[in-house]
Protein backbone atom coordinates (compact mmCIF):
# COMPACT_ATOMS: atom_id res chain seq x y z
CA UNK A 1 0.00 0.00 0.00
CA UNK A 2 1.53 3.26 -0.76
CA UNK A 3 0.66 6.21 1.64
CA UNK A 4 2.83 8.64 0.26
CA UNK A 5 0.76 8.79 -2.76
CA UNK A 6 -1.82 8.82 -1.72
CA UNK A 7 -1.28 11.86 0.42
CA UNK A 8 -0.24 12.86 -2.91
CA UNK A 9 -3.35 12.45 -4.86
CA UNK A 10 -4.94 14.03 -1.80
CA UNK A 11 -2.84 17.22 -1.96
CA UNK A 12 -3.58 17.70 -5.34
CA UNK A 13 -7.19 18.82 -4.32
CA UNK A 14 -6.23 21.42 -1.77
CA UNK A 15 -4.44 22.61 0.74
CA UNK A 16 -4.22 19.71 3.79
CA UNK A 17 -3.49 19.16 7.88
CA UNK A 18 -2.27 16.05 8.83
CA UNK A 19 -5.07 14.55 10.86
CA UNK A 20 -7.59 15.39 7.71
CA UNK A 21 -5.54 13.87 5.03
CA UNK A 22 -6.26 10.61 7.62
CA UNK A 23 -9.75 11.07 7.43
CA UNK A 24 -9.97 11.57 3.44
CA UNK A 25 -7.62 8.72 2.97
CA UNK A 26 -9.89 6.22 5.40
CA UNK A 27 -13.18 7.53 3.62
CA UNK A 28 -11.68 7.24 0.28
CA UNK A 29 -10.56 3.51 1.19
CA UNK A 30 -13.65 2.77 3.58
CA UNK A 31 -11.09 2.36 6.66
CA UNK A 32 -9.63 -1.16 5.01
CA UNK A 33 -6.22 0.29 5.45
CA UNK A 34 -6.39 2.60 8.71
CA UNK A 35 -3.85 4.85 9.35
CA UNK A 36 -2.83 6.49 12.20
CA UNK A 37 -2.03 10.50 12.70
CA UNK A 38 1.94 9.42 13.37
CA UNK A 39 2.05 7.50 9.94
CA UNK A 40 0.54 10.50 8.11
CA UNK A 41 3.15 13.39 9.27
CA UNK A 42 6.47 10.70 9.42
CA UNK A 43 5.28 10.55 5.15
CA UNK A 44 4.62 14.21 5.22
CA UNK A 45 8.38 15.01 6.51
CA UNK A 46 9.80 12.24 4.37
CA UNK A 47 7.57 14.08 0.97
CA UNK A 48 8.84 17.51 2.23
CA UNK A 49 12.12 16.26 2.62
CA UNK A 50 11.99 15.18 -1.32
CA UNK A 51 10.06 18.40 -2.39
CA UNK A 52 7.59 16.91 -3.25
CA UNK A 53 4.86 18.74 -0.45
CA UNK A 54 5.65 21.70 1.39
CA UNK A 55 4.37 24.02 3.95
CA UNK A 56 1.82 26.72 3.30
CA UNK A 57 0.81 28.42 6.47
CA UNK A 58 -1.58 27.74 8.85
CA UNK A 59 -5.63 27.12 9.27
CA UNK A 60 -7.72 29.04 12.12
CA UNK A 61 -6.91 26.11 14.53
CA UNK A 62 -3.00 26.84 13.87
CA UNK A 63 -2.75 23.43 12.21
CA UNK A 64 0.28 23.16 9.36
CA UNK A 65 -1.14 22.92 5.77
CA UNK A 66 0.68 21.18 3.66
CA UNK A 67 0.38 21.79 -0.44
CA UNK A 68 1.96 19.73 -3.36
CA UNK A 69 4.49 20.75 -5.61
CA UNK A 70 5.30 20.59 -9.15
CA UNK A 71 7.33 17.71 -8.58
CA UNK A 72 4.95 16.13 -6.58
CA UNK A 73 2.24 16.44 -9.42
CA UNK A 74 5.32 14.51 -11.80
CA UNK A 75 5.54 12.10 -9.03
CA UNK A 76 2.01 10.99 -8.97
CA UNK A 77 1.17 11.27 -12.65
CA UNK A 78 4.15 8.89 -13.07
CA UNK A 79 2.87 6.35 -10.19
CA UNK A 80 -0.59 6.21 -12.51
CA UNK A 81 0.84 5.68 -15.34
CA UNK A 82 2.91 2.91 -14.52
CA UNK A 83 1.29 -0.44 -13.83
CA UNK A 84 1.87 -2.05 -10.15
CA UNK A 85 4.69 -4.29 -10.45
CA UNK A 86 4.04 -8.05 -9.72
CA UNK A 87 7.51 -9.52 -10.20
CA UNK A 88 8.02 -9.36 -6.60
CA UNK A 89 5.10 -10.29 -4.54
CA UNK A 90 4.54 -8.96 -1.09
CA UNK A 91 5.04 -11.85 1.09
CA UNK A 92 1.29 -14.19 2.06
CA UNK A 93 1.00 -15.70 5.25
CA UNK A 94 -1.34 -17.74 3.91
CA UNK A 95 1.37 -18.98 1.43
CA UNK A 96 3.63 -19.69 3.42
CA UNK A 97 1.76 -21.16 6.34
CA UNK A 98 0.58 -24.14 4.02
CA UNK A 99 4.12 -24.16 1.98
CA UNK A 100 5.31 -24.74 5.80
CA UNK A 101 2.58 -27.47 6.49
CA UNK A 102 3.50 -29.72 3.80
CA UNK A 103 5.34 -32.93 5.75
CA UNK A 104 5.21 -30.97 8.99
CA UNK A 105 5.07 -33.60 11.97
CA UNK A 106 1.66 -33.50 13.74
CA UNK A 107 0.05 -30.85 11.12
CA UNK A 108 -3.34 -32.11 9.59
CA UNK A 109 -2.67 -29.94 6.22
CA UNK A 110 -6.25 -30.36 5.39
CA UNK A 111 -7.68 -29.28 8.65
CA UNK A 112 -5.69 -26.09 7.93
CA UNK A 113 -6.88 -25.77 4.25
CA UNK A 114 -10.23 -25.80 5.86
CA UNK A 115 -10.57 -24.04 8.56
CA UNK A 116 -9.20 -21.32 6.29
CA UNK A 117 -11.57 -21.62 3.57
CA UNK A 118 -14.64 -21.42 6.07
CA UNK A 119 -12.96 -17.89 7.26
CA UNK A 120 -12.43 -16.64 3.93
CA UNK A 121 -15.87 -17.47 2.30
CA UNK A 122 -17.61 -15.67 5.71
CA UNK A 123 -15.17 -12.80 4.58
CA UNK A 124 -16.08 -12.86 1.36
CA UNK A 125 -19.85 -12.99 2.43
CA UNK A 126 -19.35 -10.06 4.86
CA UNK A 127 -17.61 -7.49 1.80
CA UNK A 128 -20.68 -8.45 -0.87
CA UNK A 129 -23.04 -7.48 2.26
CA UNK A 130 -21.20 -4.10 2.74
CA UNK A 131 -21.38 -3.98 -1.24
CA UNK A 132 -25.42 -4.81 -1.14
CA UNK A 133 -25.76 -1.84 1.45
CA UNK A 134 -23.33 0.58 -0.19
CA UNK A 135 -25.29 0.15 -4.03
CA UNK A 136 -28.58 0.85 -2.09
CA UNK A 137 -27.75 3.84 -1.47
CA UNK A 138 -27.15 4.93 -4.86
CA UNK A 139 -23.93 5.88 -4.67
CA UNK A 140 -22.96 9.32 -6.30
CA UNK A 141 -19.97 10.92 -4.54
CA UNK A 142 -16.38 10.39 -5.22
CA UNK A 143 -15.30 8.68 -2.02
CA UNK A 144 -18.63 6.31 -1.75
CA UNK A 145 -17.53 4.98 -5.61
CA UNK A 146 -14.04 4.42 -4.43
CA UNK A 147 -15.00 2.55 -1.51
CA UNK A 148 -16.80 0.41 -3.74
CA UNK A 149 -13.72 -0.01 -6.07
CA UNK A 150 -12.39 -1.01 -3.17
CA UNK A 151 -14.60 -3.59 -2.11
CA UNK A 152 -15.33 -5.27 -5.32
CA UNK A 153 -10.99 -5.92 -5.46
CA UNK A 154 -11.86 -7.33 -1.67
CA UNK A 155 -14.85 -9.60 -3.20
CA UNK A 156 -12.76 -10.70 -5.92
CA UNK A 157 -9.47 -11.53 -3.71
CA UNK A 158 -11.27 -13.68 -1.09
CA UNK A 159 -13.31 -15.32 -4.55
CA UNK A 160 -9.42 -16.30 -5.52
CA UNK A 161 -8.08 -17.18 -1.97
CA UNK A 162 -11.24 -19.78 -1.89
CA UNK A 163 -10.61 -21.09 -5.34
CA UNK A 164 -7.34 -21.65 -4.64
CA UNK A 165 -7.61 -23.49 -1.23
CA UNK A 166 -9.69 -25.83 -3.11
CA UNK A 167 -7.23 -26.52 -5.41
CA UNK A 168 -4.65 -26.90 -2.76
CA UNK A 169 -7.19 -29.51 -1.48
CA UNK A 170 -7.40 -31.77 -4.70
CA UNK A 171 -3.70 -31.70 -5.32
CA UNK A 172 -3.02 -32.71 -1.66
CA UNK A 173 -5.56 -35.34 -2.48
CA UNK A 174 -3.90 -36.22 -5.87
CA UNK A 175 -0.57 -36.62 -4.34
CA UNK A 176 -1.47 -38.66 -1.39
CA UNK A 177 -3.28 -41.09 -4.13
CA UNK A 178 0.12 -41.63 -5.85
CA UNK A 179 1.90 -42.37 -2.68
CA UNK A 180 -0.59 -44.73 -2.08
CA UNK A 181 -0.59 -46.57 -4.96
CA UNK A 182 3.97 -45.99 -5.42
CA UNK A 183 3.42 -47.95 -2.10
CA UNK A 184 1.28 -50.66 -3.29
CA UNK A 185 3.60 -51.54 -5.65
CA UNK A 186 6.57 -52.00 -3.97
CA UNK A 187 4.50 -54.22 -1.62
CA UNK A 188 3.39 -56.62 -4.42
CA UNK A 189 7.16 -56.43 -5.70
CA UNK A 190 8.36 -57.92 -2.21
CA UNK A 191 5.91 -60.58 -1.94
CA UNK A 192 7.19 -61.74 -5.41
CA UNK A 193 10.11 -61.89 -4.13
CA UNK A 194 9.28 -64.07 -0.96
CA UNK A 195 6.81 -65.95 -2.45
CA UNK A 196 9.74 -67.34 -5.37
CA UNK A 197 10.71 -70.84 -5.02
CA UNK A 198 14.58 -71.29 -4.05
CA UNK A 199 17.37 -71.31 -6.67
CA UNK A 200 18.77 -74.50 -5.80
CA UNK A 201 16.33 -76.85 -5.13
CA UNK A 202 12.84 -75.56 -6.90
CA UNK A 203 12.00 -76.96 -10.34
CA UNK A 204 12.59 -73.79 -12.91
CA UNK A 205 15.52 -72.39 -10.89
CA UNK A 206 18.54 -71.78 -12.19
CA UNK A 207 20.21 -74.52 -13.63
CA UNK A 208 17.75 -76.69 -13.43
CA UNK A 209 14.47 -77.55 -16.30
CA UNK A 210 12.91 -73.76 -16.19
CA UNK A 211 16.77 -72.60 -16.81
CA UNK A 212 17.43 -68.87 -16.65
CA UNK A 213 14.37 -67.83 -19.11
CA UNK A 214 11.82 -69.38 -16.97
CA UNK A 215 8.62 -66.87 -16.66
CA UNK A 216 7.24 -66.47 -12.93
CA UNK A 217 4.01 -65.43 -12.95
CA UNK A 218 3.59 -61.73 -11.41
CA UNK A 219 1.40 -61.49 -8.59
CA UNK A 220 -1.85 -59.03 -9.00
CA UNK A 221 -0.90 -55.89 -8.03
CA UNK A 222 -3.09 -54.87 -4.58
CA UNK A 223 -6.34 -52.52 -5.03
CA UNK A 224 -5.31 -48.81 -3.82
CA UNK A 225 -8.00 -47.29 -2.22
CA UNK A 226 -7.98 -43.35 -2.32
CA UNK A 227 -8.33 -41.22 0.91
CA UNK A 228 -12.02 -40.29 1.57
CA UNK A 229 -12.00 -36.66 1.00
CA UNK A 230 -13.51 -34.61 3.78
CA UNK A 231 -16.82 -32.99 3.18
CA UNK A 232 -16.12 -29.03 3.07
CA UNK A 233 -17.50 -26.71 5.66
CA UNK A 234 -19.48 -23.55 4.36
Known amino acids: MSIRHGLLALLERGPRYGSQLRT ?6 GSTWPLNVG ?31 DQGRDELRSWFRTPVDRTSPPRDELAIKLA ?9 IREVIQSQRHHTIQAMQDYTRLKSQSVESAPTGRDE ?20 LDHCEVRLIRLAMAQDKAAGSGAGAATAA ?7 SAPG ?30
Open 194 to 200: DAAPDDA
Open 24 to 29: EFESRT
Open 100 to 108: MAVGAPGVD
Open 205 to 234: GPGLSGGPGASVPTPPEPAVTAPTRRGRRR
Open 39 to 69: QVYTTLNRLERDGMVTQDGEDEAGRALYVIT
Open 145 to 164: VAWLLVLDQLIFQTEAEARW
